[in-house]
């Protein structure tokens, strides 16, 4: 199992510590580092910047929203910064929610998301692997574009810059068991948003890990914090949880809260959505399970970290992205998983 160093995105502006960070990282044998990107920040700018100042560390995105780009955008972003990071890109891309798709982006979302996203895939790859034009007659990213508002003028075009690697890995960040399954098939990896390595139930019969295809990597995000006290260790992981099952989503249709739910946890889950409905936020932190919490993160004394990342070694985990500032930490995991 290999680490990675996950980012996240910005809060109100740049973390002065990320670069010393990543170099940290690299420096303890970190396989990569992922940014992340919600209403603020994007997410490839700072991955020009860390690569500008790394030699070996791979780059991910966890995760590119589809709906920020189109996807011949996305792949220039990826080939430009696969040829200046000297082949070291991956992309991570995932579909976002209703609230942020058509309250941000402006676009609606799609009714079909599995055909959006294998639409969105097969583009990028198309422009990645450079044989020709590149089209698409599909109906969320037609190629050229025929709508009864457009000229009729468009033509299929073939990328002028000859893209690094025809292989880049792509990856997807997917909750559903159809989207995890379809996921298998059409991508080279798994952006898993919360993990519980003894539910992997939760995610569909596609993780059984014999079916999986070969070199396909299944990444997980886990907030990481070595210290005594675990109910204080605990409290960044309810905040994020608190935020993501309780404010990214309608209280009709939060995927996060869907999956908290799937994992055995659905009163819970609408109770939070509800707290924070109410904006009693702190309320809804505090209302997350530290059952919950612990089983999807690593936190504690060294020995309790040491015996809890066994299970996720034994799973189909290929990559685990710790989400975590301190350099102690990020140390002591690297020393566990040599």
Not at 55 to 66: E, N
Not at 101 to 120: D, K, N, Q
Not at 307 to 312: A, G, I, M, V, Y
Request: proline residues 7%.
């Amino acid at each position: 199992m290999r680490l990675g160093l996950a980012l996240g995105y910005w809060g109100r502006g740049p973390d002065p510590g990320h670069l010393d960070l990543v170099r940290r990282a690299e420096r303890l044998g970190y396989d990569s580092v992922w940014t992340s990107e919600s209403w603020g920040s994007d997410a490839f700018t700072p991955l020009t910047w860390i690569a500008a100042h790394t030699s070996r560390i791979r780059l991910g995105t966890a995760i590119a929203q589809m709906a920020a780009r189109s996807p011949t955008t996305t792949a220039m972003h990826t080939l430009t910064l696969d040829h200046l990071s000297g082949g070291r890109m991956m992309l991570g891309l995932g579909l976002s929610g209703p609230q942020v798709v058509e309250g941000w982006y402006g676009r609606p979302f799609p009714r079909s998301p599995l055909t959006a996203t294998r639409e969105y895939v097969d583009v990028v790859r198309q422009v990645l692997r450079r044989e020709g034009p590149v089209a698409n007659d599909g109906r969320f990213h037609p190629l050229p574009y025929r709508g009864e508002d457009g000229t009729g003028l468009g033509k299929a075009l073939k990328p002028i810059t000859h893209p690094l690697r025809a292989g880049l890995p792509v990856l997807l960040g997917a909750e559903g068991p159809k989207n995890v399954a379809q996921t298998t098939r059409i991508a080279d990896g798994w952006l898993p948003l919360y993990w519980s390595p003894t539910r992997t139930d939760a995610y569909g019969a596609a993780l059984t890990g014999a079916d999986l295809p070969e070199g396909f990597m299944v990444a997980p995000m886990a907030r990481a914090k070595l210290c005594d006290d675990v109910a204080e260790g605990l409290l960044p992981v309810k905040a994020m949880l608190g935020f993501y099952i309780g404010g990214m989503g309608h209280s009709t249709r939060n995927f996060h809260a869907d999956l908290m739910a799937r994992m055995g946890y659905e009163a819970e889950a609408r109770r939070i959505q509800e707290l924070f409905a109410e904006g009693r936020r702190e309320e809804a932190v505090l209302a997350v399970p530290d059952a919950f919490a612990d089983e999807i993160s690593l936190v504690g004394p060294r020995g309790r970290i040491a015996e809890r990342l066994e299970l996720w070694r034994k799973g189909p985990v290929t990559d685990l992205l710790v989400l975590s500032p301190d350099p102690e930490t990020l140390r002591t995991l690297a020393e566990l998983n040599a």
